[in-house]
């Protein structure tokens, strides 16, 4: 596998971020908002998994791996383990042929990776 | 977030409110659900991608971010009752066809692919497709526990 970058942006979600993506996506669970649930359930306040894939395959739009045209792209995405509000979230960008793979890890525990390939739709690649 | 209607084939979708959570055992595999959405706004997009750590508003230009749609709760707003708390996404694959464009409406169609009990958490596996007019735009295998 080679590495294209070792690293995309490092992200660190916050609550403001967290509440802010509830709001516009309706992910409003208490596992996200609900600070005493979160705590008693995960250890603290849940950043949204699709927060963290967005903001991965934006880094990769916005740094040129990938075209803005992302029709006849699949997405697969991997929830390996939670991400807690505040904690340091680093990223990596590696790529085995046609595919790119997107990893996010805390303290080098991964917690989400996602995979972006070409795909064929109906007779076109 | 969005207006929408909501139709369903299975359940009734009368005041999901009052009937509680959708448990896992009144989950029906091969059951379909459909919601009618309107298009999304820009200022949204904006919203949503800010709140992803990125400023650039125009970075998919003038299509909604493929897993903005993908990802956001059409699915929850289409369900005949609310999902229960705590249940997490554990997989998603999306196949992006065409870009929606911003404001465009669109519809959501679900149905429950399989429901299996794992060795420390219940899934349920959806089949998710997001058309507009005539068009797919996406299609999405969904894998979420399920808390109650």
Not at chain 1, 49 to 70: F, Y
Not at chain 2, 85 to 96: K, M, P, S
Not at chain 2, 106 to 115: D, G, I, M, N, P
Request: proline share 5%; glycine share 8%.
């Amino acid at each position: 596998m080679d590495s294209l970058e070792p690293t995309l942006p490092q992200i660190v979600v916050t609550k403001d971020m967290v509440q802010a993506f509830a709001s516009v996506s309706g992910s409003d669970g208490p596992t996200h908002l609900d600070e005493e649930y979160a705590i008693e359930h995960f250890g603290g306040l849940l950043v949204h998994g699709a927060l963290l894939a967005e903001h991965l395959l934006a880094s990769t739009l916005s740094t040129g791996h990938i075209g803005h045209d992302l029709s006849g792209i699949e997405v697969a995405i991997t929830f390996r383990s939670p991400v807690i509000v505040n904690q340091v979230v680093d990223t990596q960008l590696e790529q085995t042929g046609d595919a790119l793979t997107l990893t996010a890890f805390v303290d080098n525990r991964t917690a989400l990776i996602e995979t972006i390939r070409p795909v064929t739709l109906g007779g076109r690649a | 977030m969005v207006e929408d209607s909501r139709r369903s084939n299975q359940v009734s979708s009368d005041r999901p409110e009052a009937l509680g959570v959708l448990t896992f055992d009144e989950i029906v595999v091969g059951s379909e659900f459909e919601l009618d959405a309107q298009g999304i706004q820009p200022d949204q997009v904006t919203r949503y991608l800010r709140a992803c750590g990125h400023d650039e508003a125009d970075l998919y230009g003038d299509a909604v971010p493929p897993l903005m749609l993908a990802m956001v709760c059409y699915l929850k707003g289409a369900l005949p009752k609310p999902w229960p708390a705590g249940g997490l996404h554990a997989r998603e694959r999306i196949v992006i066809h065409e870009a929606l464009k911003v404001g465009q409406p669109f519809t959501v169609r679900a149905h429950v692919k399989e429901k299996r009990t794992g060795r420390r958490h219940r899934f349920v596996v959806f089949d998710i497709e997001v058309r507009y007019q005539d068009v797919t735009s996406l299609q999405i295998e969904r894998t979420m526990t399920w808390t109650a």
